[in-house]
């Protein structure tokens, strides 16, 4: 889909440009006519675009023509080629700003090296990181762009859920403390029911006299 022109440090000639996405080129390839194109838009044009004759098999487009976007030339996907590679360098050279830049990159670097960079970029926002502010919280960077995060917010609705699992807590240490009680009770009626029968049983005279 090619490279977001507005990404590129310096304004980029037209012949680095792609006709169908009017991005920069991405996998440049050529066809017969000289026109370059992403590799990947002008797959997907003489595959589905407007001038497309796809012969398929199955899901898969076995064979694949229509006509160049630029000059109207028919143009088949088994004639391109891969553009040249005194293009490809010059191309490689330009600058480009990181893909995460939105996420606090400032790296600004050759479109060869773009790849390379991305991989080892300390702003991939798919990294967990601390909170800027210090405290202490984890955070996906990406979500912390996001959404702004406000530390004393985060911190109140802390006190918050503690303040509620402490009135949980005294809630469940007064029933527990009610079921102590309950089971003292019995025991001192086992206990007093108990030595009733131990009297009876000690004196069965007196039973029989009553
Ligand atoms: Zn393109
Ligand atoms: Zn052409
Ligand atoms: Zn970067
Ligand atoms: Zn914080």
Redesign the pocket.
């Known amino acids: 889909m090619g490279l977001d022109i507005n990404r590129f440090a310096e304004e980029v000639d037209e012949e680095f440009k792609c006709a169908i996405c009017l991005n920069v080129l991405e996998n440049p390839v050529n ?1 017969p ?3 370059v194109f992403c590799r990947q838009c002008i797959m997907t044009w003489l595959e589905s675009g407007p001038t497309a004759r796809p012969i398929r098999s199955g899901s898969r487009t076995v064979y694949a023509s229509g006509t ?1 976007p ?2 109207r ?1 028919s143009l088949y996907r088994d004639e391109l080629l891969e553009a040249a590679i005194p293009f490809k360098a010059i191309l490689s050279k330009l600058k480009i700003k990181c893909d995460f830049q939105e996420f606090g990159c400032k790296n600004v670097v050759t479109v060869g090296t773009l790849k390379d960079h991305v991989k080892t970029c300390n702003f991939n926002p798919e990294e967990v990181v601390e909170c800027p502010h210090g405290c202490a919280k984890l955070f996906v960077r990406r979500n912390l762009v996001k959404r702004p995060h406000n530390c004393i917010r985060e911190l109140q609705s802390m006190i918050k859920l503690q303040e509620k699992i402490v009135d949980q807590l005294e809630v469940d240490k007064a029933s527990s403390e009610k079921m102590v009680r309950n089971l003292q009770y019995v025991i001192i009626l086992l206990m007093l029911l108990m030595s009733y029968l131990c009297y009876i049983l000690m004196n069965p005279v007196s039973m029989s006299v009553v």
């Open positions: 066809g006519c000289g026109h160049c630029v000059d030339k």
